[in-house]
């Protein structure tokens, strides 16, 4: 597989998928937690899958067929954003499930395999789209956006130093339009940013483009609404931007959804599949509207 799934074990656990059950997994990527969920729903128990990166759900579908064409008939796959979860349910008619997986952040696929630059390792073109149709690529905004909204930009998704990293950025670029990840660090390596504060840009870019706050804020919320009372909705964070806004909309559903479970990875996991080490796991269930 080409990205190791984090806590299938704890999300198996908590789902307790049965026989003939339906779920919607929100981020499919792979489907990692899928194919385990479809060991336990068989013979008749379907998957909503909804990936949002073209090129992921293409690569996923050949997978699943060559690996086990036997899961192939109980997946309705869906190249869309998870933002769009009512609309998508409606349309396929997808009403009865019982659980709702988002496993948010970026993928293994995504830094090591996609050529997109999402990693501030190797040498890629600064793209850092999980979709096409998206028109501003992460070249755009550090060769356009002028000093003033670049350090706001940085400052907004918590990164330190941003005054000097914005005003290195358009001072290099003076000289050389910024095309590649390896002139990015570059850039940021002669204002001494540590691995971190490297990291950090890397994602505030990434979350930039593909507006990935919003779409969790959007997507969760809505995900609470379509959900069946006593459904059960996870979703796996990675960072405290993430946490923030699910923090945020449990607060606002507060009657309409129950913490049931929080979970980090086990020491042995961490260990297996370092990516885990960040990974926290917040479950909720949808409650009776009073």
Known sequence: MIHQPVLVKEVIEIFNPQANQNYIDATFGFGGHSLEILKKTSPEGKILAIEWDPKVIKLAQKY?????????????????????????????????????????????YHLKKSKRGFSFQGS???DMRFNPKIKVKAEDILNTFDQKTLEKVFKMFEVRKADKIAKGIVEARKIKQIKKTDDLVNILSKINCDKKTLRL??????????DELENIYLGLKDAIEVAPTASKIIVITYQGLENKIVKKIIKEKKKEVKIIAKIRPTRKEIQKNPKAHSAQLIALQKQNAK
């Open 124 to 126: 890629e073109p600064l």
């Open 201 to 210: 840009v890397f994602q505030a870019l990434r979350l930039l483009i593909n």
């Open 64 to 108: 699943i067929m060559k690996k086990f064409p036997q899961y192939e008939k109980r997946i309705i796959f869906k190249n869309k954003n998870y933002r769009e979860i009512k609309k998508i349910v409606k349309e396929e008619k997808f009403y009865n499930f019982v659980g709702i997986l988002f496993d948010l952040g970026v993928s293994t």
